[in-house]
């Protein structure tokens, strides 16, 4: 896949650019429900003259994009992980 997706915190008056090309990265807003991600994402692509199939959303290459769930950064940390919590 030639793009990868991060979520963001970011000022709705502020200038914001979803997409930067040197790093091929699409920021989406990270108070975005799951639900509306992949909506979000297409609707970038499409700006961006990339063709979107009927469902899901696909990168310049034609590779579907998965949009895996997010977990929050606390669930992340090491102890929680070597602990099972």
């Known amino acids: ?8 915190a970011f000022d709705p008056l502020d200038a914001f650019q979803p997409y930067n090309a040197d ?3 699409v920021t989406l807003p990270d108070a975005l ?5 992949l909506v979000a994402l ?3 692509l499409e ?4 063709e979107q199939p009927a469902f ?6 034609g590779e579907a994009i998965l949009v895996l769930p997010r977990v929050p950064s606390q669930r992340r940390s090491g102890q929680v992980t070597h602990h099972g919590a």
Do not use: F, N, P, S
Request: net charge neutral; charged share 20%; aromatic share 6%.
């Open 1 to 8: 896949m030639c793009i990868r997706v991060r979520y963001e």
């Open 23 to 25: 790093t091929g990265v």
């Open 33 to 37: 429900a799951q639900a509306d991600t």
């Open 42 to 44: 297409r609707a970038v």
């Open 47 to 50: 700006e961006l003259a990339v």
């Open 56 to 61: 899901g959303a696909v990168c310049w290459c």
